[in-house]
């Protein structure tokens, strides 16, 4: 966990499930797209705070297995937004030194889609102030049967680090806190191995209203929280 210099405590890695979007458009009489556009550029304002507290770490939840179920129109709809903004942000993230890193079943993806990615990735590897995960194409439970087929492939038990290796997550440290914007109260298939012991903070904004300000209410939240991971 990293340290603010008044003495609060910043999460060293923070998860984010950005919900809301749809219902954001519809409050405004607007057809979902346009909730999609304003939580793309929510995303991308926060991701430069995030890091700007002295997050080491941010994973926000993007585009889930079941998010691709939707009609094809909304699909398609997204992606086109992805191919618009994804590759400026990660001209934006190399300036930052921020490392960008895809977590997910690219699969799942467009062709081209997958492209960006690995591109993205490779322009950003190394970027020492702190890395942004993107969960796209993810499932928390499709992850863990992905790592444990693996390890039924390997042909040996395996530790809890181990396994943790398996996951697409690997290398990163599990998130101290998760935030999930627009009032439902679960985590949705997000991270479910990771978030063991993560701290949780459920808020009602809608994800294009939750400002800088209300993601600092979060890490205030976490700061008064003491952490004592199953022990006494």
């Not at 190399?94 to 997910?104: F, H, S, W, Y």
């Not at 042909?155 to 998130?175: C, H, I, N, R």
Request: with cysteine.
């Amino acid at each position: 966990m990293a340290e603010k210099t008044d003495g609060g405590a910043i999460p060293a890695h923070i998860a984010i499930i950005m919900d809301g979007n749809g219902r954001w458009a519809k409050r405004r009489l607007l057809p979902r797209g346009a909730g999609h556009r304003a939580g793309m550029n929510r995303m991308i304002g926060l991701s430069e705070h995030v890091f700007d507290r002295g997050v080491k770490y941010c994973t926000l939840y993007a585009l889930s297995t079941e998010n691709l179920s939707s009609p094809k129109e909304e699909l398609d709809g997204l992606f086109s937004l992805f191919r618009e903004f994804f590759p400026a942000n990660v001209d934006r993230l190399k300036k930052k030194g921020i490392t960008l890193r895809v977590i997910g079943d690219r699969s799942l993806l467009p062709e081209d889609i997958v492209s960006l990615i690995a591109e993205g990735e490779a322009d950003t590897a190394g970027g020492a102030r702190g890395t942004l995960a993107l969960a796209i194409g993810y499932g928390g439970r499709q992850e863990i049967l992905s790592a444990v087929n693996e390890a039924v492939r390997r042909g040996k038990e395996v530790s809890a680090q181990e396994f943790s290796a398996l996951l697409y997550t690997a290398d990163m440290p599990d998130p101290d806190l998760l935030i999930r914007t627009g009032k439902e109260v679960r985590i949705s298939n997000f991270l479910l191995w990771q978030a063991a012991y993560s701290e949780l903070y459920f808020t009602d904004v809608l994800f294009p209203d939750f400002s800088d300000k209300e993601f600092d209410k979060a890490i205030e939240a976490f700061s008064r929280r003491e952490r004592r991971f199953g022990k006494v």
